[in-house]
């Protein structure tokens, strides 16, 4: 994405939710930061619904062409989806025939895409977000989109032949969306397979928002070594480790974070990798309680879980990062009874607060983790409690 992208972020937002628009903007620069972009102003348009033709309106698109060409910024990066249209429009206004430097547009999916293939470090990732990433600019090909590394000289790229070379790309694109479909289908029967021999082992996997501490946790329980970054998306792949509980054994799985307006070919791509939380007994539900929206968060990861046809298996909330939240606290001490009440009444039998980076209620989590992988063992094995086997030390190793 070169060595220095500079950013306008564009929202429309809500007048009477000031605060909300902030927040929507903020996990976009945050995005942005992930992907290399740095995000040097913000614009925000109340509107009560995107400008068909252009996603914000006349006047603030006249705003934005003069930012963007008096300050040489090289992106700009819209807060919601773009129709093929919206994009096409914009890039006419953006991209004047006669100016030489090019204007990339991006929209969330786009940048959320191109950090996930930036991320993707096993061979199933990468072609998942491959796959997702060429079905989503399938309609949206563009010269710039496609081109933009090529240094244009005056206006001679912009006429028939442009259009052929567009043309060219989306043969090659659904020449090589074929491809990759034929090569996750045999990923995802390979995958089957592994997960047959899974069926007499309780499977737990970790679930949350981006950054919620997913990864960090999974350290701490499992004693792995999986990357873990206060960056959004640091995990992308899939990790599992089967641990044990002195004679109780389980399967514990790092799954990729969600997202509000998760694409939607990125949740269809990852199929194979979602499985791990469909077949799932039991759900850590990681939540960064810190997080002054982390409300908003649950509520997230619950459709998204409802979504992808998860909603139904029993879940631990595990309120992470307790520890910033007291920090937070100043001026009356936080009542955490209360809020698990709160938690407990919004259809949430099991909550927890711990913060996986100072160990605090840890051992609490474990034992609580204990009893619920032991009520799952033994639907798989009814015999299993004559031998009376109690709460003891973890014992991990990779799968």
């Known amino acids: 994405m070169g060595n220095k992208q500079t950013a306008v972020l564009v929202a429309i937002g809500d007048a009477r939710q000031p605060e909300l628009t902030t927040e929507h903007l903020d996990e976009l620069a945050f995005l942005a930061e992930t992907a290399g972009i740095i995000a040097e102003k913000r614009m925000v348009q109340n509107l009560k619904a995107p400008d068909s033709r252009t996603f914000i309106g006349k006047g603030k698109v006249e705003e934005l062409k003069s930012y963007v060409f008096e300050n040489n910024i090289t992106t700009v990066v819209f807060d919601d989806d773009l129709s093929p249209s919206q994009l096409r429009n914009l890039e006419k206004e953006l991209n004047p025939k006669d100016r030489e430097q090019g204007v990339k547009i991006y929209d969330r999916s786009l940048l959320i895409l191109d950090i996930f293939l930036k991320r993707a470090q096993t061979a199933q990732a990468r072609t998942q977000v491959e796959l997702a990433r060429n079905q989503y600019l399938l309609p949206r090909l563009t010269r710039l989109w496609t081109h933009l590394e090529r240094q244009r000289g005056g206006t001679g790229t912009r006429g028939g032949a442009g259009e052929r070379e567009i043309e060219t790309d989306r043969r090659n694109i659904r020449y090589r969306i074929t491809l990759l479909k034929d090569e ?5 029967r390979q995958r089957q397979t592994q997960r047959k021999s899974r069926n007499n082992i309780v499977r737990v996997a970790l679930v949350g928002y981006t950054n919620a501490g997913k990864s960090t946790l999974m350290n701490v329980l499992s004693g792995s070594g999986v990357l873990a970054e206060n960056k959004l998306f640091a995990t992308v792949d899939a990790t599992v480790r089967k641990i044990t509980f002195g004679n109780i054994p389980f399967l514990l799985s790092d799954t990729v974070g969600f997202i509000r307006k998760l694409p939607h070919h990125l949740i269809e791509s990852f199929k194979s990798t979602l499985d791990e939380v469909r077949e799932a007994n039991i759900l850590l ?51 955490l009874d209360s809020m698990k009440r709160y938690y407990n009444e919004h259809g949430f039998a099991q909550v927890i607060f711990v913060s996986a980076e100072t160990g605090e209620n840890m051992l609490e989590l474990k034992k609580l983790l204990f009893e619920e992988v032991k009520k799952e063992h033994l639907k798989i094995f009814p015999n299993f409690l004559k031998d009376g086997y109690e709460f003891a030390p973890f014992r991990t190793e990779q799968v």
């Open 285 to 335: 539900h990681v939540v960064d309680v810190s997080h002054p929206y982390h409300d908003n968060h649950i509520e997230v990861v619950s459709n998204t879980l409802a979504d992808i046809g998860a909603s139904h298996i029993p879940v631990v909330l595990v309120l992470n990062k307790v520890d910033l939240l007291k920090a937070k606290q100043t001026d009356e001490p936080l009542d």
């Open 184 to 188: 996750l289908e045999k990923i995802d």
